[in-house]
Nanobody, 121 residues
Framework: VQLQASGGGLVQPGGSLRLSCALS????????MAWFRQAAGKEREFVGA????????YYADSVKGRFTISGDNAKNTVYLQMNSLKPEDTAVYYC???????????????WGQGTLVTVSS
């Protein structure tokens, strides 16, 4: 199983970015994929998740209304659209996959390499 995350970069406050996470070795429609983030000196925290079958989504309160997770089963890829970005969104963002959604990062056996998002003027 491999996860390839991409799309990070530097953006000004209020701006947008879209992260992608491509899954290989598993059929996304049978799994759930989550996004986590880890800021410098802080623990990894849940951002949101999507179920491959049905597309239900869940979000942390801190990003609800600003971030949107979507999936493309044909491409086996999940996207994290981030709008109205704030400096406190600065972190390394990771995607992870498991059989069903969990808020606990320790429950996920497979992880992408992480992509850095920096929100700064």
């Amino acid at each position: 199983v491999q996860l390839q995350a991409s799309g990070g970069g530097l953006v000004q406050p209020g701006g947008s970015l879209r992260l992608s996470c491509a899954l290989s070795g598993r059929d996304f429609s049978h799994y759930a994929m989550a996004w986590f983030r880890q800021a410098a000196g802080k623990e990894r925290e849940f951002v949101g998740a999507i179920s491959g079958s049905g597309g239900r989504t869940y979000y942390a309160d801190s990003v609800k209304g600003r971030f949107t997770i979507s999936g493309d089963n044909a491409k086996n890829t999940v996207y994290l659209q981030m709008n109205s970005l704030k400096p406190e969104d600065t972190a390394v963002y990771y995607c992870a996959v498991r059989s069903y959604i969990s808020w606990n990062p320790e429950a996920y056996p497979y992880w992408g390499q992480g992509t850095l998002v920096t929100v700064s003027s």
